[in-house]
């Protein structure tokens, strides 16, 4: 479960955001929306422990969490706006270096069923560097399904998918909250989650 | 860990997995991209053999400028590979990641650094008696000047990540980290040289190596720790 207690942020001295609470509870989603530049990117690398609150306090599972700290770390499955993908190596050799980055031990039956999943099959074996933005996208949504973390936390996690992208996206959601997940997404796409799973939050 | 809720996680605070994890990466990479590589040695290979072309052919004074030639040359090799320690990982997103990840932080970037004195410091290292034969230097000054890069340009990796790390994302990043870095590497450098000169005025070199071995063991428990500091800056 997470929660933010009067959040803040500011870039030099403007304040993005100020006085943010909300609470997201196993099995709902915080979908983050608002105009280019309110805020959006900070929220969630906050959230994710990657930076620091100019003001307020973030808890996961109850207890106060600082910037990194383990607790999150072992939790959480972070999808930046940037792909974390290594050019030189193999969609099937990134799948299998993030996960074992995780700390799961990457299983390669495990690995070329995720990317059997998200259709890329066929690409398994060819070197990231000619995978269009879409494709390096999937490998995103595979590495989502293989690290089986309880905290998903999605920048703009439909940009450059197709539509059978975006319903692979949505069931995915669907199916983490449904086992009890937690996730936070900033995003303006409808993930045709039913009302009772989503937690709007507006910024700006 | 004490949470209930808490996932376990094999991962939180395993050392030495985090090492392999990025050791082995890097390696994967660096072998993909072996032009680079090449370059760097290349790099190496060429500023040495510059120095007899442009000065003179008398055997004694190639002989005394010898080790300090290939020392330079290796501090400018190591210096020339350091922006892409983490600049590759920052630019792709891959770095958020490693920070991240249930590994320490710091196992991961000592993985880092361990495959870039692998690729670059171990390299000149090697290639080092051999380039010293243009120098007219004799075999024992050869041994000690592969013995003092040995043990020499792991603290150039070493001290060179935290000054990666610390001018990730800026504009003028890599001249800034030469000019952050290179007097660091002045002390190296000082006893890297001085090594080949006791042995050739017969003072041996043990005290100097020993003083590099000293500075390793320092560089190897602090540097991780703060080119970790400054990565989790870097992101912030």
Same mark, same amino acid.
């Given at each position: 479960? =997470? ?20 609470? @997201? ?9 608002? $105009? ?13 422990? =990657? ?13 106060? @969490? ?31 270096? =993030? ?28 070197? $990231? ?55 936070? $997404? ?16 507006? =910024?700006? | ?26 390696? &994967? ?81 000592? /993985? &880092? ?80 040289? /001085? ?6 005025? /017969? ?34």
């Amino acid at each position: 479960m =997470l929660e933010a207690l009067d959040l803040a942020a500011r870039r030099g001295l403007a304040h993005l955001f100020t006085g943010l609470c909300f609470r @997201v509870d196993p099995g709902q989603v915080l979908v983050v929306t608002g $105009a280019n530049g309110t805020g959006k990117t900070t929220l969630l690398r906050m959230l994710a422990g =990657l930076s620091m609150p100019s003001h307020g306090e973030i808890r996961w599972q109850g207890k106060r @969490v600082a910037p990194f700290a383990t607790a999150v770390r072992a939790a959480i499955a972070f999808a930046g706006h940037l792909p974390a993908l290594k050019d030189e190596l193999t969609a099937e050799e990134n799948l299998a270096s =993030l996960v074992a980055l995780a700390g799961a031990p990457p299983a390669r039956e495990a690995i070329r069923q995720a990317l059997d999943a998200v259709a890329l099959s066929r690409q398994r074996a060819l070197p $990231a560097r000619v995978l269009s933005q879409g494709q390096r996208r999937r490998i995103g949504l595979a590495r989502l399904a293989v690290l089986g973390r309880s905290f998903w936390v999605l920048d703009e996690p439909v940009t450059a998918l197709d539509a059978a992208g975006t319903d692979l996206l949505a069931r995915m959601v669907a199916d983490h909250l449904e086992r009890g997940g937690v996730a936070v $997404a900033a995003t303006h796409a409808p993930l045709g989650l039913p009302e009772s799973r989503v937690r709007p939050l507006t =910024l700006g | 860990m004490s949470a209930p809720n808490a996932a376990p996680n094999a991962a939180a605070g395993a050392i030495l997995p985090g090492v392999r994890w990025s050791l082995v990466r890097d390696l &994967k990479i660096a072998l993909r991209s072996r032009a680079e590589l090449g370059v760097q040695l290349l790099f190496y290979v060429i500023v040495v053999s510059l120095f007899p072309l442009a000065t003179t052919p008398e055997r004694t004074l190639l002989a005394t400028m010898g080790p300090g030639v290939l020392w330079v040359a290796a501090l400018l090799a190591s210096l020339l590979s350091l922006p892409r320690l983490f600049a590759g990982d920052h630019a792709d997103g891959t770095l958020e990641q490693i920070a991240l990840s249930p590994y320490p932080l710091e196992a991961l970037v000592s /993985g &880092k650094i361990l495959a870039h004195w692998l690729t670059t410091g171990l390299p000149v290292a090697v290639l080092a008696p051999l380039l010293g034969i243009q120098y007219a230097m004799d075999a024992e000054s050869l041994i000690v000047l592969a013995a003092a890069l040995l043990v020499g340009t792991p603290i150039l990796s070493l001290l060179g990540a935290i000054g990666a790390a610390l001018t990730l994302g800026l504009r003028a990043g890599g001249s800034l980290l030469a000019l952050l870095i290179l007097p660091l590497y002045v002390p190296v450098l000082i006893f890297g040289a /001085g090594s080949v000169d006791a042995v050739r005025a /017969g003072l041996g070199a043990g005290a100097n190596l020993s003083l590099l071995g000293a500075g390793l063991l320092v560089a190897v428990v602090g540097a991780p720790f703060a080119a970790a500091a400054a990565v989790r800056i870097a992101l912030d």
